[in-house]
Nanobody, 125 residues
Framework: QVQLVESGGGSVQAGGSLRLSCAAGHIYNTNYMAWFRQAPGKEREGVAVIYTGSSTTDYADSVKGRFTISQDNAKNTVYLQMNSLKPEDTAMYYC???????????????????WGQGTQVSVSA
């Protein structure tokens, strides 16, 4: 049973924008949703997180000021608006959901127990 479904990836030129969506199905006992990314040969890294109770957010330093995470509770959907994209943003992007004790540990993939299948983002110079 698919629980998180990402969409919105694609190929853009540097400086362009994309908006990723993550539709949540039957997920339980979670309080944070996040976006991670993984480039070939690299570890999965946290990009952005949102606390679903208050919409508190946090971002990786590499995307601050360029990416925005948001949620639409009525649609059970989390978004990642990506502006001013750079070639180094090229990666597979994954949506994740988990139950965290505090926001400070959000960047660790092991703290999330629900994952989507990923959507590819490619940025050309």
């Amino acid at each position: 049973q698919v629980q998180l479904v990402e969409s919105g990836g694609g190929s853009v030129q540097a400086g362009g924008s994309l908006r990723l969506s993550c539709a949540a199905g039957h997920i339980y006992n979670t309080n944070y949703m996040a976006w991670f990314r993984q480039a070939p040969g690299k570890e999965r890294e946290g990009v952005a997180v949102i606390y679903t109770g208050s919409s508190t957010t946090d971002y990786a330093d590499s995307v601050k000021g360029r990416f925005t995470i948001s949620q639409d509770n009525a649609k059970n959907t989390v978004y990642l608006q990506m502006n001013s994209l750079k070639p180094e943003d090229t990666a597979m992007y994954y949506c994740a959901a988990g139950l965290l004790s505090f926001i400070g540990i959000w960047y660790q993939p092991r703290n999330f127990n629900y994952w989507g299948q990923g959507t590819q983002v490619s940025v050309s110079a």
